[in-house]
């Protein structure tokens, strides 16, 4: 589906088709979901009143003016992601492994030793990872009565030199997948073994691998105004890599098919960038218990690089005169291209029960139909690039909240996190469900000089997936599980 739209803009503008610049690109680079600290995230990530957590300086800067004295901390995490895809009533599971790094940070509090006026200044600097896109998601089917090669055939139909892609339709011609029906039509007509016998009933797998994630490094600075107004900017560079590679294969297992045996599809898209944002907050004390918080984050300014590629195998009957097997790949297609991201205002509550106990409330939002792309290669693709993320997306409301019980020096955590789909409706954005739910716990030490964090994330995501424009519905259950564990010093 996504591919489809990105054809039809790149016919409008009779411009050649750019897997890179699409709508859901700039979705994924601009949709942060948080990580950082195990304090932090056993509650939620809603720390946008709390402060004293460098994971708060990604929400809201102001939280660094809270320290009292500075701090040396680090939080490797363990992420365990489980897929579950259901293609054709057959369910595969995916797990996938990885060891990161989720948070390390500084920071160096001056005291002026007053309670009234300027308190102290506190500088931080630091990582916290924003994004993780490490996945592996498999599907598998039989007897399938369509094709992908469907797909290329009908896109190719009406063109006399196989448009309108390359890296696609012009692949499955060279391979020898695709020819043009004997008919005297005019336009010629494309198609293939199966369509042209009219037998399906092969079977197909789909996989796609998923790495890369987004860190942002932090410089931050807060101010703490008589123990009742905390102030905090910092300025962020976001690094980000994306790493995918989609393999469909057909297979004609049952020999249903005179010729034709199979073929296997490639897909392989790279892209790095680094991006530059500021953000300002506040904190107000208008109660010893009560902590009011409000933040705004400019938007982010990226270069991205992307390399994008695809190769094609075709595997044929034994015959004298043909091939049994060809294998035809597109060149490299690399293109730079700058995104910027929307506006981010956060809303933030947290309240302290006596020593006992603390909880916390975060509101953000984004409206993600503000993304903007600049092409330099491409005014009219960008324009038209433009206008299509203003119909797709729209605003999304997410929320966060948290609580924690002090027992002595051990602490325990609890929290939960929504991130809402800003999908306009899910006919327009793929019939990907985006939407975001993520459950959190956590404990912890702390003595007078150094403390240790554990929390465990589980975050959910439902959604259905077309691997092809013809497919049958793919179903995919996402479950990611991250153990963090947080050390850290202070002095």
Do not use: C
């Not at 150094?450 to 975050?459: E, G, L, N, P, S």
């Not at 077309?466 to 179903?475: D, G, H, N, Q, R």
Request: charged share 20%; no cysteine; net charge negative.
């Amino acid at each position: 589906m996504k591919k489809l739209i990105i054809i039809t803009l790149a016919l409008i503008g009779g411009l050649p088709f750019l897997h890179a610049q699409d709508s859901y690109e700039a979705l994924k680079f601009s949709r942060y979901q948080y990580y950082g600290t195990a304090r932090s995230s056993g509650m939620g990530n809603a720390f946008g009143a709390l402060g004293a957590d460098f994971s708060a300086v990604s929400i809201n800067p102001a939280g660094l003016g809270v320290y009292r004295k500075g701090e040396f901390a680090f939080t490797p995490s363990l992420k365990i992601n489980r897929n579950t895809g259901t293609y054709m009533g057959q369910s595969m599971e995916d797990e996938n492994f990885k060891f990161q790094l989720d948070n390390i940070h500084f920071v160096s509090t001056y005291n002026t030793n007053r309670n009234n006026g300027l308190v102290s200044l506190s500088f931080g600097v630091g990582y916290n990872r924003l994004a993780d896109f490490s996945e592996s998601i498999t599907l598998l089917g039989r007897d399938a009565q369509t094709s992908m090669l469907d797909e290329f055939a009908d896109n190719s139909s009406g063109f006399t030199n196989v448009a309108p892609s390359e890296f696609y339709e012009d692949l499955a011609w060279n391979a020898d997948l695709m020819y043009i029906r004997d008919t005297e039509e005019d336009p010629v007509v494309y198609t293939h073994d199966m369509m042209s016998q009219g037998v399906y009933g092969q079977s197909q797998e789909h996989i796609i691998t998923r790495s890369g994630g987004m860190g942002e490094y932090n410089f931050a600075l807060g101010a703490n105004v008589s123990h009742k107004l905390y102030f905090g900017l910092s300025v962020g560079i976001v690094s980000l890599s994306y790493d995918e590679t989609i393999v469909h294969t057909e297979t004609d297992i049952a020999n249903n098919v005179d010729f034709f045996d199979g073929f296997s599809f490639t897909e392989d898209y790279l892209t790095s960038g680094t991006g530059v944002n500021m953000k300002l907050g506040i904190i107000a004390r208008p109660l010893t218990s009560l902590r009011v918080g409000a933040s705004v984050h400019l938007p982010t300014f990226y270069n991205i690089d992307t390399e994008f590629s695809t190769r094609m195998n075709g595997f044929f009957d034994p015959s004298p005169d043909f091939d049994d097997e060809t294998f035809v790949r597109s060149d490299l297609l690399i293109s730079e291209y700058r995104l910027t991201t929307p506006f981010r205002f956060i809303g933030s509550l947290g309240y302290q029960i006596g020593k006992v106990a603390t909880i916390s409330a975060d509101y953000e939002y984004v409206d993600y139909g503000a993304n903007r792309f600049d092409i330099d290669t491409d005014p009219t693709y960008q324009a038209d690039l433009n206008d299509e993320l203003e119909d797709v997306y729209n605003v999304a409301h997410n929320l966060r909240a948290g609580a924690e019980v002090r027992l002595g020096k051990v602490y325990l955590r609890h929290g939960w996190a929504f991130y809402q789909d800003p999908s306009v409706s899910l006919e327009d954005a793929d019939l990907i469900d985006k939407t975001n739910v993520r459950a959190t716990g956590g404990l912890g030490f702390r003595t007078r000089g150094f403390f240790m964090d554990f929390a465990y994330m589980r975050t959910m995501n439902d959604y259905s997936y077309f691997p092809y424009a013809y497919s049958t519905e793919a179903m995919i259950e996402n479950r990611k599980n991250n153990f963090l564990l947080t050390m850290g010093f202070r002095f």
